[in-house]
């Protein structure tokens, strides 16, 4: 069984690059200069930040349904990424490297199951998820902090 993440498309995020810190803060976000390599995992492509970059942090809804699921939280996206992380059977390595917190949604976007599990072992985790018949995705969060890190789809 194979499956597939993908970082988030930069289309919703593009209006606040280059805003000043008046108009992000009129949107609800601020910008971030990443000052180490592990404080800052952007959503779009699935990275650690390199020292200097920027990043903006805002509230993205990452389970727009209506169901008592539905969610959002605080995520990091790069200022001016503009190519989504897309690959097959691959952990991108800003998520095998952190504790995740994997939630398994029906086709009807109802928890079906879920488990914690450190990044590097998510793999066996995703396939045990996908190998009930209920789960039709993924989400991914950073456990320590709750943030949605990607979605995850059956290839």
């Known amino acids: 069984m194979q499956f597939r993440i993908r970082g988030l498309s930069p ?3 593009r209006h606040l690059y280059g805003l000043s810190e008046q108009g992000l803060a009129a949107a609800n976000a601020m910008r971030y200069t990443a000052n180490d390599r592990s404080g800052f995992p952007d959503r779009i492509e699935l990275r650690d930040s390199g020292a200097g970059e920027r990043f903006l942090l805002v509230n993205f809804v990452h389970q ?4 008592p699921y539905r969610a959002s939280h605080a995520i ?4 001016g990424a503009e190519r989504p992380y897309d690959a097959l059977d691959e952990i991108p390595a800003s998520m095998r ?4 917190s994997l939630r398994a949604f029906s086709a009807g976007d109802l928890i079906v ?7 590097r072992g998510a793999r066996d985790l995703i396939l045990r998820l996908f190998s009930d018949p209920r789960t039709a995705y993924i989400h991914a969060h950073y456990a320590k902090h709750g943030c949605f890190a990607a979605r995850i789809d059956r290839a």
């Open 97 to 100: 490297t952190r504790l995740l």
């Open 76 to 79: 990091f996206v790069r200022e």
């Open 11 to 13: 289309e919703a995020f």
């Open 64 to 67: 727009p349904t209506q169901t």
């Open 113 to 119: 199951d879920a488990d914690v599990v450190e990044g």
